[in-house]
Nanobody, 129 residues
Framework: QVQLVESGGGLVQTGGSLRVSCAVFGRAFNNYAMGWFRQAPGKEREFVASISWSGGSTYYADSVKGRFTISRDNAKSTGYLQMSSLKPEDSAVYYC??????????????????????WGQGTQVTVSS
């Protein structure tokens, strides 16, 4: 069983930066690709970014491209989402997800939440205007 624990959420002003982390427990982290999703009140869960098991391939939603960076440290079994130039519309609960995807492709096919079987509990990010 894989367990994911997010941390690092909080309140930040428009234009600010924040990094959220996802610690993975239970299985070899480098067997799993990682994704980040977010969900605002009254809205569906939305894809943000994904990264392959090796870190060699990444994919971003258009809404965050150029502002957010996904990364991972396999030695620490931890994934990260660095968020910059934050906007009020980025406010949401941010969830990390993991899936044993053996290849490097983590593109559009994996932008659907249903493709991911392991989820964290979420961390709140609020961007004030």
């Amino acid at each position: 069983q894989v367990q994911l624990v997010e941390s690092g959420g909080g309140l930040v002003q428009t234009g600010g930066s924040l990094r959220v982390s996802c610690a993975v427990f239970g299985r070899a982290f480098n067997n799993y690709a990682m994704g980040w999703f977010r969900q605002a009140p009254g809205k569906e869960r939305e894809f943000v970014a994904s990264i392959s098991w090796s870190g060699g391939s990444t994919y971003y939603a258009d809404s965050v491209k150029g502002r957010f960076t996904i990364s991972r440290d396999n030695a620490k079994s931890t994934g990260y989402l660095q968020m910059s130039s934050l906007k009020p519309e980025d406010s949401a609960v941010y969830y990390c997800a993991a899936e044993p995807i053996p290849g490097q492709y983590v593109g559009n096919y994996y932008s659907a939440a249903a493709r991911w079987n392991y989820w964290g509990q979420g961390t709140q990010v609020t961007v004030s205007s």
